[in-house]
């Protein structure tokens, strides 16, 4: 089990100073099987800060059609990240045997998002806090060697789920 301890000071927008601190966390858990299997479980949580280049005071031109603007994003805005990950693998020689299970899933609260707002002849896009953001990946991968033949067996699955808030014309959408 480890605690982290983030302390950061930050000097933006003439001279203008933030101090900010936050803890974060990240839980390991082991258990093997006899010689050949083990279980991995793993529970984080991090934070990060704003991106420097959304935190632009002024709107600036991105391309022709595009004009950038920075809506509520604050420099010493903190956004969570929670993970969790669960991890199996089996090996056995003796068989042939191979097993790997994967399964992620991923939360924020709020995160650096967008508003795009559409007009005739171009695009506005605002840099803003979003609420909803989470994926969940799930892999299985097995492959079986036959010893009295030339012949390999795998198995292979993959499952991705994602979610994602954004707004279109002030309007709450969703990936």
């Not at 899933?105 to 896009?125: A, F, P, T």
Request: proline share 2%; net charge positive; aromatic share 18%.
């Amino acid at each position: 089990y480890g605690i982290n301890n983030n302390f950061i000071k930050q000097r933006a927008y003439n001279n203008l100073s933030n101090k900010i601190n936050f803890l974060g966390y990240n839980l390991n858990i082991e258990y093997f099987f006899k010689q050949n299997s083990i279980l991995r479980f793993n529970n984080s949580l991090s934070q990060r800060l704003t991106t420097q280049e959304k935190l632009i005071e002024n709107d600036y031109i991105r391309d022709y059609r595009t004009l950038v603007r920075n809506f509520n994003l604050k420099p010493n805005t903190l956004f969570p990240t929670n993970k969790i990950t669960l991890n199996y693998l089996y090996t056995n020689t003796e068989n042939n045997n191979f097993l790997i299970v994967n399964l992620d899933h991923n939360w924020k609260r709020k995160y650096e998002g967008i508003n795009q707002i559409i007009e005739n002849n171009y695009i506005i896009v605002e840099n803003t806090i979003c609420n909803k953001d989470y994926s969940t990946s799930f892999f299985i991968y097995s492959e079986k060697n036959f010893n009295d033949k030339p012949l390999t067996l795998t198995y292979n699955f993959d499952y991705n789920f994602g979610f994602q808030e954004f707004f279109i014309n002030n309007l709450n959408s969703f990936y």
